[in-house]
């Protein structure tokens, strides 16, 4: 379908690559092209949906987004409240999307329904949706603090009729294949942080030697040099993590533990280095000039996208207690 057959290792080298951009947009917004939109329909669509879907999305013609968080349900992906009711060889589909990373410019979405009436974890189903059907509405591009180069969309559908044939994979199956997304779109969120730790950490050191304050570099404290170190360090820990992680899912084994661990730690990792290094720029921090200012606003959206810091929390402890006590 025009992919090159790799790993997945090779998705999180790109990602780490892509950090070398100097904004957290553009790494996200193709995270959701390459990681988010696409692997379940990769997985289990069929034939005709992937021509008709995938290949147009691997090669770059069209946008891809993902349409799962709602106004009320965000990390509580069960509690989503959009219907898609089979009618004959169609759903009609009625409810909306909230922060819909590229929605404004998606040309489908890859979106999660109710299709049934069932348990929540099992009555949920993925559609390939194109974006230009009659009842799908754009209500507005949303302002936010960060990642102000990625467009973010409130969408409402209203009785829109999509082919029943576009169903990915199984009815009820929805859920299931959105968790098995999530761990790989929670890695690649990881691997493009790192990169800009790293480059705030050092744009901080160049900075903080040659700004002077009564009469000596701020790098000169040891309270700033010490810190640094151990910022760096964390950074260093991070990735040990996020390569172990990757190494034990390429042999596929199941890392929802250690990839919500690694998701947990870069979200509040980004938020100790930004706020750390912002403090030592002093005003200079403060301004939208340098770099450190436009990293504190794009990262902090790790620790809330893509599963809040809770979340990841929530994770861990169900499985910390599958562990067999001392």
Known sequence: YGGMGLDFSYNIAVAEELGNIHCGGIPMA???????ATPALTRFGSDELKKQFLVPTIAGDVVACLGISEAGAGSDVS???????????EYVINGGKMWTTSGCQADWMCL??????????????????????????????????????????????????????NLIGEEGKGFTYQMLQ??????????TVLTPLETIIQETIDYTRQRKVFDQSVLHNQAVHFRLAELATE???????????VALYVE???????ASMAKLKAGRLAREVTDSCLQFWGGMGFTSEVLVSRFYRDLRLL????????????IICKYMETLPSK
């Open 30 to 36: 193709i995270g959701v092209q390459a990681g988010m």
């Open 79 to 89: 509690n989503i409240k959009t219907t898609a009711v089979r009618k004959g060889d």
């Open 112 to 165: 999660l329904a109710n299709t049934s009436e069932g348990p929540l974890h099992r009555n949920k189903s993925l559609l390939c949706l194109p974006m230009n059907l009659p009842g799908i509405h754009v209500a507005k591009k949303i302002d936010k603090l960060g990642m102000r180069s990625s467009d973010t969309a409130q969408i409402f559908f209203e009785d829109v009729r999509v082919p029943s044939k």
């Open 182 to 191: 999530f761990q790989e779109e929670r890695l690649w969120a990881v691997a």
């Open 235 to 245: 950074v260093e820990l991070l990735r040990s993590l996020l390569y172990r992680t």
């Open 252 to 258: 596929g084994n199941d890392v929802t533990k250690f």
């Open 303 to 314: 620790s809330i996208g893509g599963g809040t810091d809770e979340t990841m929390l929530s």
